[in-house]
């Protein structure tokens, strides 16, 4: 079920780059998917509920709003859990309880009773499975970890184009109550996915060798001294400004295609067409971001996304009619891609694998403020003036603002830290090659030593080799 010591991220441990890792990649696939797709997909049913319920737009935003805040703001407590008890229970645990939320908010009569279970134990069933499969696939892969990070994060925008159409089909032929029934039960496949993170395991030490390492290494539930790096504050202050805006398109874009008198299953299609574009966004982003030269500087690429995304916010502001919807979707479906493949490569280059399980946990807990602010805020801008395109500018000056602060903070910060761990590693690499390239001048200069020792006690030790340990080998 998941070994602490393997979780721990043991140094002896080499991602395989492959094998079994494909499988976790796959769970990750889904997770990912599931995650974030699903506070977009749950939009379809916003008309619905404001009908039912007789709120409006700022009411029902709020159902997105806690499930992104329990996926960001329960971070601490992931890696607390992960690190106590392995990622598979966790996931297994967290599966369970993504189901149940959805299956009793079928039930639920009154919006705050959604809340708590769409919004509050759906986000943490969401949030113990995502954490975990992300700490997991950065274990499994190393040189590929940008094409890794790009795939899985391709299952946001796959899931998006499947839960959109089919949540609109759910609606039509079951309502909203049966539509949410169904979903729970699609939910029960995180635990699946959960149950194929096989932890690594660390390399097999001596009986004389092995207590001492037991006792010697000690794995902290939650390391505080990530704040310590520059790169890691500027980091998070970043994408905590981003993703104030960063999720408000996609949750209005659908509410705004309705309200400018399109069908409904016309309006839900625009997501569709944003996730058929992120899906290839994000693993070629992956790709790009995995090249020699691109990979030390993808915060850069990083910073240049997210000014993509807020540009095009604040195109997608002047759009009057449904083509130019759909020409907004397109760009940002490539922007948001591309944002979504790179935030955890950049955190990773940032504060290394061993300290990836404390970052990310307290870096979605700064962003869950932002993303429980945002699409609410967002919410009730549109009902003071009714007009979208306000809030689509406010969401693109954010995003904006957010590049801006990761592009400079990472000429003082960040460029030094992203540098130092490829010096190292190269410097590693170099060292193990050059190994067996200088073991003959080392051994000669070893025998010599020996030789030289053995020539001069020769005469009183009569033939007989001392065996010094300075002169051994």
């Not at 003082?412 to 830290?417: A, Q, R, T, V, Y």
Request: with cysteine; net charge neutral.
């Amino acid at each position: 079920m998941g070994a602490v010591v393997a979780d721990d991220g043991p140094s002896g441990v080499k991602a395989p780059d492959g094998g079994w890792g494909w499988a976790v990649l796959f769970g990750c696939f889904i997770i990912t998917g599931f995650s974030y797709a699903f506070p977009k997909a749950v939009s379809v049913f916003f008309k619905e509920l404001i009908r039912e319920f007789g709120i409006g737009y700022s009411d029902t935003a709020w159902i997105s709003s806690i499930l992104l805040a329990m996926l960001y703001g329960t971070g601490p407590l992931c890696s607390v859990c992960v690190n106590r008890f392995g990622c598979r229970p966790v996931m297994l645990v967290g599966g369970l309880f993504a189901s149940m939320g959805m299956v009793i908010a079928s039930f639920c009569t009154s919006i705050v009773q959604i809340y708590l279970t769409a919004g509050v134990i759906t986000g943490l069933g969401l949030a113990l499975n995502f954490q975990p499969s992300l700490i997991m696939l950065n274990r499994y892969f190393d040189k590929r970890r940008p094409l890794a990070n790009g795939l899985s994060a391709a299952g946001s925008p796959v899931f998006l184009c499947a839960l959109s159409p089919l949540g609109q089909i759910l609606q039509h032929e079951y309502g909203w109550r049966g539509g949410f029934l169904i979903l729970g039960g699609m939910l029960l496949n995180c635990c699946v996915c959960g149950a194929l993170m096989r932890p690594l395991e660390p390399p097999k030490k001596s009986e004389a060798t092995k207590e001492p390492a037991e006792k010697k290494v000690k794995k902290k539930l939650l390391d505080f001294s990530v704040f310590k790096d520059g790169g890691f504050v500027i980091y998070t202050l970043a994408a905590s400004i981003m993703v104030l805006g960063l999720f408000v398109p996609p949750v209005f874009v659908v509410s705004y295609a309705k309200d400018l008198g399109y069908q409904d299953t016309k309006a839900a299609f625009l997501l569709t067409i944003l996730g058929f574009i992120d899906i290839f966004a994000r693993p070629i982003c992956g790709m790009v971001a995995g090249l020699k030269w691109v990979r030390p500087r993808c915060v850069y690429l990083f910073s240049f996304a997210m000014i993509f995304n807020g540009f095009t916010d604040l195109m997608g502001s002047m759009s009057i009619d449904y083509g130019g919807l759909v020409v907004f979707c397109i760009f940002f479906g490539i922007s948001y891609g591309m944002v979504g493949a790179l935030q955890f490569e950049v955190l990773m280059a940032i504060v290394g694998t061993q300290k990836f399980s404390s970052a990310i946990g307290l870096v979605l807990l700064a962003e869950a403020m932002a993303v429980l602010i945002g699409p609410p805020s967002a919410g009730k801008l549109l009902d003071a003036t009714g007009r979208y395109m306000f809030v689509f500018i406010i969401a693109g000056i954010e995003v904006t603002t957010s590049a801006l602060v990761l592009a400079l903070g990472n000429f003082f910060c960040i460029k030094k830290k992203l540098e130092e761990p490829h010096t190292k590693e190269e410097a590693a690499e170099r060292e193990e090659l050059n190994k067996s390239e200088d073991k003959t001048p080392e051994d000669a200069k070893v025998d010599s030593i020996e030789v030289e020792q053995f020539l001069k006690d020769e005469p009183e030790k009569n033939g007989e080799v001392v065996t010094n340990p300075e002169t051994c080998v």
